[in-house]
C-alpha cells in the first residue's frame, strides 16, 4: 500500500520509535558495516541494495521482501508473521508556471510505505541470496575510527584538553578531553563523532538550519541537532565495528526529553535520521545516492 500523507506515515514511524525507546533501547545503536558487508545490515533480497534512512532503524539486519515479491519468488510468508513498514520518498516530477509565463519542472517528493518480511525468519521456500558470509576484521575498530576523523575532508579544528566537549560554529572549532580522560575509546570516538555530525551542519559544510542558525539551549531546533547529532554519532562507532553497547551512557532523563520531542513532532525521526545519515556520508567522504533527496521541513 502507498500513500502519500506525509503526516500520517510519519506519525507511525515515530509510534514505532517511541515504543522502542520507552525501554530505554535505542534503536540506532546497530551493527551496520562499514566495508559493506552487508551481513550487518538489512537489505533488499531482490536487489541486495542497503535500506537506507529512518529504514535502518526499523529494519534488524537481514534480507527483506515484500509479499508480492516473496510470492512471485515462489515463497510464502509464515502464519502469523508481522511484516514491518517501511518508507521512501518518491520523487514526483511535475510542471509549474511562474508569474511571467514561463515553465519549469520541478521534483517533488512525496512519503509512500510499504511492508516487508525478514527472508530468513518470516518466509518459507526462499533461500537467502546476499548476506551468507562474515566480515574478518584484521583491524582494530579503535584504529579504524582514528581514520575516519583524520581523513575526514574539510573537517573543524579539534582540540584536546578541556574536560568537556563541545563544537563552536562561530569559531569552527570542536573541542574534547584527551582520549585518557575517557573511560574506553569507544566513549572517546563517540564524544569526538557527536561533535564532528554536529560540525557538518556548518554553512561551509551542509548548511544544516539547527546548527548555522545557532538555535538557543532548550529550543526545539536544538533538540533536533542534538538528535542528529547522537543518530550519527553512533551510526559510525557501530560502522567501525566498535562495541556500541561501551557507549550506552544516555542518561533516562535525556532519553525522555527526545520522547517528549518526538511527540510534539511526528516528523523528528525521520528527518534526523535522514540529516544524521547524510552527516555521517559527509564524514566518511561517501558519494551522495542516488535517490537521496532534501526533505523539507515545512
Known amino acids: 500500500m502507498a500513500v502519500s500523507d506525509k503526516d500520517f506515515v510519519f506519525?507511525?514511524?515515530?509510534?514505532?520509535?517511541?515504543?522502542?525507546?520507552?525501554?530505554?533501547?535505542?534503536?540506532?545503536?546497530k551493527p551496520w558495516s562499514l566495508s559493506g558487508g552487508s551481513h550487518q545490515q538489512a537489505v533488499s533480497w531482490v536487489s541486495g541494495k542497503p535500506?537506507?534512512?529512518?529504514?535502518?532503524?526499523?529494519?534488524?539486519?537481514?534480507e527483506y521482501a515484500t509479499f508480492k515479491a516473496i510470492s512471485q519468488?515462489?515463497?510464502?510468508?509464515?502464519?502469523?508473521a508481522k511484516g514491518t513498514t517501511v518508507v521512501y520518498w518518491k520523487i514526483i516530477p511535475r510542471t509549474v508556471t511562474e508569474e511571467d509565463g514561463t515553465q519549469r519542472t520541478v521534483r517533488t517528493p512525496y512519503l509512500r510505505y510499504y511492508t516487508v518480511f525478514n527472508i530468513e525468519t518470516q518466509t518459507t521456500g526462499l533461500e537467502l541470496r546476499w548476506t551468507?558470509?562474515?566480515?574478518?576484521?584484521?583491524?582494530?575498530?579503535?584504529?579504524?575510527?582514528?581514520?575516519?576523523?583524520?581523513?575526514?575532508?574539510?573537517?573543524?579544528?579539534?582540540?584536546?584538553g578541556r574536560g568537556d566537549a563541545d563544537y563552536s560554529p562561530s569559531l569552527d572549532r570542536v573541542q574534547i578531553a584527551s582520549?585518557?580522560?575517557?573511560?574506553?575509546?569507544?566513549?572517546?570516538?563517540?564524544?569526538?563523532?557527536?561533535?564532528?555530525?554536529?560540525?557538518?551542519?556548518?554553512?561551509?559544510r551542509l548548511n544544516r538550519p539547527t546548527v548555522a542558525?545557532?538555535?538557543?539551549?532548550?529550543?526545539?531546533?536544538?533538540?533536533?541537532e542534538e538528535l542528529v547529532a547522537e543518530i550519527g554519532a553512533s551510526m559510525l562507532v557501530a560502522m567501525c565495528g566498535m562495541d556500541f553497547r561501551r557507549t550506552?551512557?544516555?542518561s533516562v532523563a535525556y532519553i525522555q526529553h527526545w520522547l517528549q520531542y518526538l511527540r510534539n513532532d511526528p516528523r523528528a525521526m525521520v528527518l534526523a535520521?535522514?540529516?544524521?545519515?547524510?552527516?555521517?556520508?559527509?564524514?566518511?567522504?561517501?558519494?551522495?545516492?542516488?535517490d537521496d533527496v532534501e526533505i523539507s521541513e515545512d
Not at 51 to 62: E, K, P
Not at 179 to 199: M, W
Open 273 to 290: 535520521t535522514a540529516q544524521a545519515e547524510k552527516a555521517v556520508r559527509y564524514i566518511l567522504s561517501m558519494d551522495a545516492l542516488e
Open 132 to 160: 551468507g558470509g562474515e566480515v574478518v576484521r584484521n583491524v582494530r575498530p579503535s584504529l579504524i575510527a582514528a581514520d575516519v576523523v583524520r581523513l575526514m575532508a574539510n573537517k573543524p579544528t579539534i582540540q584536546h
Open 213 to 224: 542558525d545557532n538555535p538557543a539551549f532548550g529550543t526545539d531546533p536544538y533538540s533536533r
Open 51 to 62: 535500506y537506507n534512512g529512518i529504514n535502518r532503524i526499523l529494519l534488524d539486519a537481514g
Open 73 to 80: 519468488a515462489g515463497g510464502r510468508v509464515n502464519k502469523g
Open 248 to 250: 550506552m551512557d544516555n
Open 11 to 29: 506519525k507511525m514511524v515515530s509510534d514505532e520509535i517511541q515504543r522502542r525507546m520507552s525501554t530505554n533501547t535505542l534503536p540506532w545503536r
Open 179 to 204: 582520549p585518557s580522560n575517557f573511560r574506553n575509546p569507544e566513549s572517546y570516538h563517540s564524544t569526538l563523532f557527536h561533535q564532528l555530525v554536529h560540525s557538518t551542519g556548518h554553512a561551509a
